[in-house]
């Protein structure tokens, strides 16, 4: 009844859905799974009215539709139960509920509270929660609050003519064990009255509850897979498989690494919230990369490391020190240089200009009493312009407009310029396009030869393969699994996918 | 994108048409004795405009620095018998320790600056009610004359405050240019997170701005006092509005980052223009307020950069 | 009840107006005639109005700093507008009150257009239409003072209950209507709901931009108000008028626990809160303190319930 005929959706630069066809039958469940970056919240949106598609059609029994936002969506019964908590905290479950539809409780502007807190009862009753509605939501549990969302979505029942489809967006990602079993039996026995999409990295989760999966890559849909032939592993290569290029990572550049010396030793180290201990080395010249889930626990190690946060317990010894205090001032003084994820608001300052953002971390380096030596500054941002390539029109050029391929390597160039010999990657890859990525990549493996240790969370598993001497996998904030990487002789995806899942 | 290009030249496009316009209407305006005289009388502002530019500049407010000008004209009158030259010393430093306390709320305490700086104001107007009593003083005349004489004299037809002002200037935009200082507080007012990952200590940075904002008010109110040779818990009232709008309508907007003391220097100019044309149309003083007003929100509306506003509260 | 952090946020005020209480009246019992009550009760009134207009848009997350220009404004336009309809209220000049709280609502919906069309931060954008009300008053009166004599109009101050001016019990009622609209309306409860989330507020379908204008063109009719009984209090207008409230005014409701980010506290807090300054003011006094200490104190005051009510885990930096 609910249908996408080869929709297409661009953004500048990225074709991110590319002619999907797509189905859901009343009172089904799908499942939808891929890497990320496949398309998949893409793929979302634009089902529940927040994009527009570029191409092809929108169809609901049959017949086209279009919405121009999410709440004309939620008129024709398509609702959205987000990832992220969607409820607002300093108010009642009620209202929660009820919050833009407040209209049919009020008189004059004036809100009947009995009434509205009988039918936020109902719909309550529905999830089979059974809280007071006057409750403030900021008092309930996580799994609590993620009933109340599912409740709220179901008020579309009444307020819609006609069938629901619910996406549920990573649903389980705060709920335990058990509240996880309780969703899905009542997700199976709310498939009476409509059909949900299922999103989740959980595999396991996915097989388990979904009719039929669907397996997004690179915006495309691979395979659709019905639940008596599903596979789990098959269904992995499907969302990450692709040709594997031994030149493109460059795999002929990678050398042994020195095992003799460490720049970084974690012994038995607890983090905050995670209950497992440690245990990692870092040598010079090698690439060591965490592999596994988002919130497998790869981000706390990486931000540990750097000094944002500090462990419970265990040792920690940098370049034969023992650290105690954590900070990325003392880290960065130790030579530790890090890559973020959101490059354009924790790597670049937009505004600033090549040199200025090149020695940002190292401006004691450059002064004298505070006062700077402008001079050293350019002609070092000359310098790394003409060894990395950047294509900026001089050392004046502001950061901000820069692509984001000569972006990466400013900041790149602002650890390695400072002596950094500890570099964090956190997805350097992340939105780059291919030359970008085979740049990056040239310069891991020169970092990697000046004896530089490299931690590297990369954007793909393949990168992860191709590029790293060390793979260490994690999952749920347990180091599950360690791999040797030489040339030649790389685990495959199945064998790290076995231990992520 | 030709709008994007012409927006860091409107300042002084602004500055220019308002002289000459003013200068058609009125030849007399252009005559450098009534320039001279004019850029004079605006350089208490200037100087705390000059201030409050770097607490904008990293993407802050400070509404303390008029109680901070009306309380040092107080501590100035009264301290000059007794200390001679070096009130000026116990004024900068009353000052600067002011904006630390506000930059130290800001940074530490989360506190955001626009209520630290009115606290940190209300503190200020406490302590010149206190000392001065809430009456008005006078500075002896003599004595006034001899300590700070050469801040209000004339050098030919130059006045001597247009030397001090462009000492400050220097200073401001050397800090702003060439040091450590200048260079952090550019990131952190162009992109605080990415100058936070680089390992900076960015709070020190901040605080510092706020002090040196409230440093430079500490002058302008020092420099007030001596010209009007006295002080009040409220004779610089007045002083906020067309300090925070020369920095604004000079380009350095409210979301920080670009900008900086040589467009604080623009829009003062704008700021003295708009008042001299004021006054040949025989609007006064007082009544130019809803003018300044309204020309402040199409500053803000003109310079801020709304990308940098993820919800605008 | 736990000790917890939220339950000290929530009780915190009114301990310390308690104790404040018992402070001064220990020191000296005069503290609590009737007569000095009375007194703290009327000082209270115009700054009240204003604490309530204030708290909804706090409640939203945003600030209004614009409250002595449109106070003055409207007490000078007040004054010139009754004199104007015959200068009694018996006489048509009590038409001059619901034309003034819609001047109110005016001024405070076009602050709100600055904020919300010019997407102007609500500080600068009510900073400058403060400036604005003030200088409009200047143009307005020419700097000289307005006086109303009328006997009728002036009974709210002259007319006393139980000890207790008239317009104690108005503002008694208009903080009931206050509390009313907070807590059972839709627009009050959108605010909460702008405070609280206002990405997600937007995404379940709440127009945003609408419930920030109907905010600030509800304080301005808060602030219209209070304009009135100052005017009641005092017997005349002038552009100065409404000087000092801002800070009284923001204090107050800040003191009294409702926090700068939004979504939490509210019409009850900025009552307290109004206490506490005023009992403070008063009683500074009463022990024979110089009053020149309280914008001092109230500095400090300020700032510890700003950083009480700071939730350091969910702040990154301020600016």
Redesign the interface.
């Known amino acids: 009844m609910y249908q996408l005929s080869s929709v297409d959706k661009k953004f500048p630069g990225v074709h991110a859905l590319k002619a999907i066809d797509f189905h859901i039958k009343r009172g089904e469940i799908v499942g939808l799974v891929g890497e990320n970056g496949a398309g998949k919240s893409t793929l979302m949106k634009v089902i529940y009215g927040a994009y527009q598609p570029d191409g092809g059609q929108i169809l609901i029994d049959g017949k086209p539709v279009h919405f121009a936002n999410p709440r004309q969506a939620m008129k024709r019964g398509i609702g959205m139960v987000f990832q992220e908590q969607s409820l607002i905290p300093n108010l009642t479950v009620m209202e929660n509920i009820f919050l833009g539809y407040e209209a049919q409780f009020t008189r004059l502007g004036v809100v009947n509270w009995k009434a509205m807190a009988a039918a936020a009862r109902k719909q309550l009753a529905k999830v089979k929660l059974d809280i007071d509605p006057a409750t403030v939501t900021s008092a309930l549990s996580f799994a609590q609050r993620q009933l109340v969302e599912l409740a709220k979505v179901l008020t579309l029942e009444e307020r819609v003519e006609g069938d629901l489809v619910i996406l549920l967006d990573e649903p389980t990602s705060v709920l335990s064990e058990d509240e996880v079993k309780l969703l899905f039996k009542l997700v199976r026995e709310l498939t009476s009255r409509a059909s949900f999409i299922f999103v989740s990295h959980r595999m396991d989760e996915v097989m388990e509850l979904s009719d039929r999966i669907y397996v997004m890559k690179d915006g495309q849909v691979m395979d659709v897979v019905a639940r008596a032939e599903a596979d789990a592993s098959a269904i992995q290569h499907k969302m990450v498989g692709r040709h594997v290029d031994r030149e493109y990572y460059r795999e002929q550049r990678q050398k042994p690494y020195d095992r003799s010396r460490k720049l970084f030793e974690m012994r038995d180290v607890v983090l905050p919230g995670r209950p497992h201990k440690l245990n990692l080395t870092l040598h010079p010249g090698e690439v060591l990369c965490l592999v596994g889930t988002e919130g497998s626990g790869r981000e706390a190690i990486l931000r540990t490391i750097y000094g944002m946060l500090a462990p419970l317990s265990g040792h920690f010894e940098m370049k034969g020190e023992a650290l105690r205090g954590f900070n990325?001032?003392r880290?960065?003084?130790m030579g530790v240089g890090?890559v973020?994820r959101?490059r354009k608001?924790?790597?670049?300052?937009?505004?600033?200009n090549v040199y200025?953002n090149m020695?940002?971390?190292q401006?004691?380096r450059y002064?004298k009493a505070?006062?700077?030596d402008?001079g050293r500054e350019k002609a070092l941002a000359r310098d790394w312009i003409s060894k990395l390539s950047i294509k900026a029109h001089s050392e004046f050029a502001d950061c901000g407009n820069l692509s984001g391929g000569n972006q990466q390597k400013v900041v790149l160039s602002?650890w390695r310029s400072g002596g950094s010999d500890i570099m964090l990657l956190d997805h350097p890859t992340r939105g780059l396009d291919i030359g970008a990525k085979e740049d990056v990549y040239d310069m891991i493996r020169d970092m990697s030869d000046d004896g530089t240790g490299i931690v590297l969370v990369a954007d793909t598993l393949e990168e992860a393969i191709g590029l790293s001497h060390t793979i260490v996998v994690l999952k749920d904030g347990e180091i599950r699994q360690r791999f040797d990487c030489q040339p030649g002789a790389k685990p495959s995806l199945y064998d790290l996918l076995h231990h992520m899942i | 994108m030709t709008m994007q290009r012409i927006k860091p030249h409107l300042p002084w496009i602004t500055l220019l048409v308002l002289t000459a316009v003013v200068g058609v209407v009125d030849p007399n305006f252009l005559r450098p004795a009534n320039l001279l005289s004019l850029a004079g009388d605006i350089v208490p502002l200037f100087i705390m405009a000059l201030g409050l530019t770097f607490a904008i500049y990293?993407?802050?407010?400070d509404l303390s620095v008029q109680s901070m000008a009306n309380m040092i004209t107080v501590i100035a009158s009264i301290y000059l018998a007794s200390l001679g030259a070096w009130v000026a010393v116990l004024c900068i430093a009353a000052g600067f320790g002011l904006g630390m306390l506000s930059g130290f709320?800001?940074?530490r305490?989360?506190?955001?600056?626009?209520?630290?700086t009115?606290?940190?104001?209300?503190?200020c107007?406490?302590?010149a009610?206190?000392l001065s009593g809430?009456r008005a003083l006078n500075m002896d005349a003599e004595q006034r004359n001899a300590t700070f004489g050469w801040m209000i004299g004339h050098t030919g037809i130059v006045p001597n405050e247009l030397f001090l002002a462009a000492a400050l200037l220097a200073l401001c935009l050397f800090i702003e240019r060439?040091?450590?200082?200048g260079?952090?507080l550019?990131?952190v007012g162009?992109?605080?997170?990415?100058?936070?990952?680089?390992?900076?200590?960015?709070g020190r940075y901040k605080m510092l701005a706020f002090a040196i904002s409230g440093a430079l008010a500490a002058i302008a109110g020092l420099l007030f006092s001596v010209k009007l040779s006295g002080g009040a818990p409220t004779i610089a009232n007045g002083f906020l509005?067309p300090a925070?709008v020369a920095v604004l309508v000079g380009g350095t907007p409210?979301t920080?980052?670009?900008g900086g003391v040589l467009n604080t220097l623009i829009g003062t100019l704008i700021v003295a223009v708009i008042r001299a044309s004021m006054l040949y149309l025989g609007i006064e003083a007082?009544?130019?307020?809803?003018?300044?007003?309204?020309v402040?929100?199409a500053a803000?509306?003109l310079t801020?950069d709304?990308s940098k506003?993820r919800?605008?509260? | 009840m736990k000790l917890t952090r939220e339950n000290v946020i929530r009780w915190a005020p009114a301990l310390v107006l308690l104790g404040l209480v018992v402070l001064f009246a220990a020191i000296n019992p005069a503290f609590l005639s009737q007569r000095n009550l009375a007194r703290i009760a009327l000082a209270s009134t115009p700054a009240m109005m204003v604490a309530l207009g204030v708290t909804f848009i706090i409640v939203m997350?945003?600030?209004d700093?614009s409250m002595e220009g449109v106070v003055s404004l409207c007490a000078v336009l007040f004054c010139l507008l009754f004199l104007r309809l015959g200068g009694s209220l018996g006489a048509g000049a009590w038409l001059a009150i619901p034309a003034i709280l819609l001047c109110g609502a005016f001024f405070g919906w076009l602050t709100g257009m600055?904020?919300?069309r010019?997407?102007?931060?609500?500080?600068?954008?009510s900073?400058?239409?403060?400036?604005?009300?003030?200088?409009?008053a200047?143009?307005v009166t020419g700097?000289d003072i307005v006086r109303i004599e009328d006997d009728v109009f002036r009974a709210l101050l002259t007319w006393r209950i139980l000890g207790f001016p008239l317009m104690v019990y108005i503002a008694a009622a208009l903080v009931l209507l206050a509390w009313f609209i907070q807590n059972h309306t839709t627009l009050g409860r959108n605010f909460y709901a702008v405070g609280g989330g206002?990405?997600l507020a937007h995404a379940s379908g709440v127009n945003v931009r609408r419930v920030r204008l109907a905010g600030f063109a509800l304080a301005g009719v808060f602030y219209a108000i209070a304009a009135i009984f100052q005017v009641a209090r005092l017997g005349q207008a002038e552009s100065v008028t409404g000087a000092n409230l801002m800070?009284v005014a923001?204090?107050s409701v800040?003191v009294g626990g409702v926090a700068?980010w939004?979504g939490i506290g509210g019409v009850l807090n900025a009552v307290v809160g109004v206490l506490i300054v005023n009992v403070i003011g008063n009683g500074m006094v009463v022990i024979g303190l110089?009053n020149?200490?309280?914008?001092?104190?109230?500095?400090?005051l300020?700032?510890i319930a700003?950083?009480l009510s700071?939730d350091?885990r969910l702040?990154?930096?301020?600016?």
């Open positions: 990325p001032r880290s960065v003084a890090y973020p959101e608001i924790e790597g670049i300052v937009a505004g600033m200025e020695t940002l971390s401006l004691g002064s505070g006062v700077i402008v602002k | 990293i993407g802050g407010i709320l800001t940074t305490l989360f506190v955001p600056s626009f209520i630290s009115l606290a940190v104001g209300g503190v107007f406490s302590v009610q206190w809430n060439r040091t450590v200082l260079r952090v550019k990131a162009a992109g605080e997170p990415a100058a936070k990952a680089s390992g900076i200590n960015v509005l925070i409210l920080g980052g670009v007082t009544q130019q307020q809803m003018l300044f007003g309204l402040l929100i803000i509306a801020i709304r506003l919800t605008v509260k | 997350g945003s600030i700093l600055v904020h919300v010019l997407q102007i931060p609500s500080f600068m954008a900073l400058a239409m403060g400036f604005v009300g003030t200088g409009a200047v143009l700097g206002e990405e800070f923001i204090t800040v700068l939004g110089p020149y200490l309280q914008d001092g104190l109230l500095g400090v300020v700032i700003v950083v700071t350091r702040v990154s930096f301020a600016k």
